[in-house]
Nanobody, 131 residues
Framework: QVQLVESGGGSVQSGGSLRLSCAASGFSTSVYALAWFRQAPGKEREGVAVIDSDGSTDYADSVKGRFTISQDNAKNTLFLQMNSLKPEDTAMYYC?????????????????????????WGQGTQVTVSS
């Protein structure tokens, strides 16, 4: 059974850090593009970071220099290291995957609007940043 399960969310103060994890099962992450998205109440889901099967990464402008996406293919796990968190980072964070999706294709839409390119989604983990 194909599944993505996020963990690591929580509540932190502004300037703090969190590390999100996404455990994948039922498929090999090594041949998939993987991504993190977020959705705040009343807002559309937006892309945060993407990593393709070649290891290329890209980020939404709002998180560049603060967030780092990475993966451990041996453990079939995706990570998002979030530093210097701001209240506007508060949202439900989702991981997503799609088979053989290249960064070139992602960049046509841009990371921020790339949600339609991903077919597999987790249930989300809440991140709350207080000022």
């Amino acid at each position: 059974q194909v599944q993505l399960v996020e963990s690591g969310g929580g509540s932190v103060q502004s300037g703090g850090s969190l590390r999100l994890s996404c455990a994948a099962s039922g498929f090999s992450t090594s041949v998939y593009a993987l991504a993190w998205f977020r959705q705040a109440p009343g807002k559309e889901r937006e892309g945060v970071a993407v990593i393709d099967s070649d290891g290329s990464t890209d980020y939404a402008d709002s998180v560049k220099g603060r967030f780092t996406i990475s993966q451990d293919n041996a453990k079939n796990t995706l990570f998002l290291q979030m530093n210097s968190l701001k209240p506007e980072d508060t949202a439900m964070y989702y991981c997503a995957a799609n088979y053989h999706l290249s960064m070139t294709t992602v960049r046509v839409l841009g990371v921020l609007r790339s949600a339609p390119l991903f077919a597999m989604w987790g249930q989300g983990t809440q991140v709350t940043v207080s000022s």
